[in-house]
Every structure is written in structure tokens, then in C-alpha cells.
């Protein structure tokens, strides 16, 4: 039977006891119905799960001893970051909910010309809170005990300028030559995927990449919808040098 897992950002350690925060309090006690003496299992995304045990409930919240802890080696030796163009509400969702489900090692979410999305100061702090909390909860159902970070928005130069110089820089396009077959082996080096938003890289985008490093990766004759591109190379990737073979 699958452990339930809970994600709390606050540190954790054998023998504490704790107040459920409210996100972890209404997922344990409220819809699962944990009650007094049920197990459940904490994480914080310092790379263990914490097993626990329920001490109190009630209404308006409960409280659990950290009863073991245990380190989790399911991370990817391939390290993939994706460079990914924003896109609209739930597709930003389920990018990166699957992403983190089959191992990315973190997330670059940028602007680009043809981004539909546009964020102001205010409503880019709200909607990385959120992504937070969607990858947390990926990793509470896929079992990850590390958190892939989420970088704030930036505009795509920016976030290009930011990556590790021996990255193996990658971006989808139907019309290049290299195939995942044709690659090396990235070995411990870091490789970033970049997709574009809805509308696809412009062309003043492409020359950013270009500039950047990136060169191009073909999946197929086909042009992937942005939510089904990152998605698809991610997997191909892993299947080829990571832990889906």
C-alpha cells in the first residue's frame, strides 16, 4: 500500500512534535480522516520522509511526533532543467506537475515575445507561490523527497544568461538534424530543455537561443503543442540517459 505523503515547509526531525500546518491538517485529517494513532508520512524536500505519527485532531487542526526518518534515492541522474515559455492556467499546471513526476531537476519559467501570459510584480509572486505548490504536491504523489525549484518569471535572455556554462542547452525544432539517438551522453553535466509558449519562439527568440547556445532537437516530423513538447522531450531524454530505461 502506497504511504500517505504530506509536504510542510518547516524543518523536520526524529522526535519532534509538531502543529499540522492548515494545507497538511486538511489533506491528513480532514479528507483522509486520519485520527489519533494513524501513520502518515512527512516531507520537506531535504531529500528524506519523515514517518509520523498522528497525536491529536480536531477541528481545527492536529499535531504529529516524528516517530523515523529515511532517506529517498529516486532522483535521476540526469539533471534536466526546463526553460519553459509561461503558458496560459492549467497548462502551466500540468507541465509542470508531469515534469517533476518524471524527474526534472528544476524549472525556469520565462517571458517571451509571443507569451500570452503577461505577469506584473504582484501577480508573478502569486503564480510562483502557486507552481510551488503544484510541484510539492507532484512529488507528494510520485514519491520525490527533493523539490525541484521553481524559478521566479524572468525574460528569456535573462534566464539564459543564468544557466551552467557546461549545460547542454537543447530546444525542440522539427527541422533539425540531431535526434535524442544522436547525442552524447550528457554525463554529470546539466542538460536544459527549452520550450516555448503557445505561439512558439519568435524569431527574434530564436536568435536569443542561438546566441545562448541552444541548438536545435528534433522529436519527430510533428510541431508539439507547448503543454505536449517539454513533456516529450523530458521523457525521451530519460528514457535514452536517465532511469526510464
Not at 518547516?10 to 491528513?28: D, K, N, S, T, Y
Not at 549545460?167 to 554529470?188: I, N, Q
Not at 520550450?195 to 532537437?217: H, K, N, Q, V
Request: glycine share 12%; charged share 20%.
Amino acid at each position: 500500500m502506497r504511504p500517505i505523503r504530506s509536504y510542510i515547509d518547516q524543518p523536520l526531525a526524529v522526535g519532534m512534535r509538531i502543529a499540522l500546518p492548515e494545507g497538511a491538517a486538511g489533506h491528513l485529517l480532514r479528507t483522509l480522516r486520519l485520527g489519533v494513532g494513524d501513520g502518515c508520512v512527512l516531507f520537506n524536500g531535504d531529500g528524506s520522509d519523515y514517518a509520523c505519527r498522528v497525536v491529536a485532531a480536531g477541528k481545527r487542526g492536529g499535531e504529529v511526533e516524528v516517530v523515523s526518518a529515511q532517506p529517498v534515492g529516486n532522483e535521476s541522474a540526469l539533471r534536466i532543467l526546463l526553460l519553459q515559455g509561461i503558458a496560459r492556467g492549467e497548462k502551466m499546471d500540468w507541465i509542470l506537475q508531469k515534469a517533476t513526476e518524471l524527474g526534472v531537476a528544476g524549472f525556469l519559467p520565462v517571458n517571451s515575445e509571443r507569451s500570452e501570459v503577461r505577469l506584473d510584480e504582484a501577480r508573478a509572486r502569486k503564480r510562483l507561490a502557486h507552481w510551488q505548490g503544484v510541484v510539492a504536491s507532484a512529488c507528494a504523489q510520485s514519491g520525490r523527497a527533493w523539490l525541484p525549484p521553481v524559478a521566479a518569471p524572468s525574460g528569456l535572455a535573462e534566464a539564459a544568461a543564468a544557466l551552467p556554462d557546461d549545460a547542454v542547452r537543447l530546444t525542440l525544432d522539427p527541422f533539425a538534424e540531431a535526434a535524442v539517438r544522436h547525442l552524447d551522453a550528457p554525463g554529470a553535466r546539466t542538460v536544459v530543455v527549452a520550450i516555448g509558449p503557445e505561439g512558439g519562439w519568435s524569431p527574434r527568440d530564436r536568435d536569443t537561443l542561438e546566441a545562448a547556445g541552444f541548438s536545435g532537437l528534433r522529436l519527430g516530423p510533428r510541431i508539439l503543442r507547448t503543454e505536449t513538447a517539454g513533456i516529450a522531450a523530458i521523457s525521451a531524454l530519460q528514457s535514452a540517459f536517465g532511469d526510464l530505461a
